[in-house]
């Protein structure tokens, strides 16, 4: 009985990780391969829509102020007008992840965006969603029960 237990526990650890799109949410894989991503969706329920992109990162992350730093660096290189509105570290399959807010603004438009971005063994998920500004702060919660819905989550490689 502990034998198997062992082995399913590995099994877990191994889980190929997954981005659960909820119901509601209209994937787009036309979509999602033109922006590189596992997945995009829409939920068109609620008002306005809000997008959802995940993709995975080919390398290690360690849920720390100094990858949160790398990585805003990173998204103001494609995105230059983002700013940062704050960062915390949330919980996501028993794994510290980073959960970023952001502000953008696009065609004359204001969004503000959720990034979570999680361990995944020897690479990281990262699942982002986009809303209107005024929306968001409503969808937050919702944005967060996806982003621990994620399958896969699992310590990082190397340290």
């Known amino acids: 009985?502990?034998?198997?237990?062992?082995?399913?526990?590995?099994?877990?650890?191994?889980?190929?990780?997954?981005?659960?799109?909820?119901?509601?949410?209209?994937?787009?894989?036309?979509?999602?391969?033109?922006?590189?991503?596992?997945?995009?969706?829409?939920?068109?329920?609620?008002?306005p829509p809000a997008e959802m992109t995940g993709l995975r990162i080919?390398?290690?992350m360690f849920a720390d102020d100094a990858f949160v730093r790398g990585f805003v660096r990173g998204l103001k290189k494609s995105t230059p007008g983002l700013v940062e509105v704050k960062h915390d570290f949330i919980d996501i399959g028993g794994q510290r992840a980073v959960r970023l807010i952001a502000d953008v603004t696009s065609d004359g438009e204001s969004y503000r965006q959720a990034y979570y971005v999680m361990p995944a063994g020897g690479e990281a998920a990262c699942l982002q969603f986009t809303v209107a500004r005024a929306a968001f702060?409503?969808?937050?919660?919702?944005?967060?029960?996806?982003?621990?819905?994620?399958?896969g989550v699992a310590q990082s490689a190397g340290r």
Do not use: H, N
């Open 1 to 47: 009985m502990g034998m198997m237990f062992v082995l399913a526990a590995d099994a877990a650890a191994a889980e190929r990780l997954q981005f659960a799109i909820p119901p509601g949410w209209s994937p787009d894989a036309a979509e999602a391969k033109s922006r590189q991503a596992d997945v995009y969706a829409v939920d068109t329920k609620g008002q």
């Open 58 to 60: 080919p390398t290690p």
């Open 137 to 151: 702060d409503a969808r937050l919660t919702a944005f967060d029960a996806i982003a621990k819905a994620t399958r």
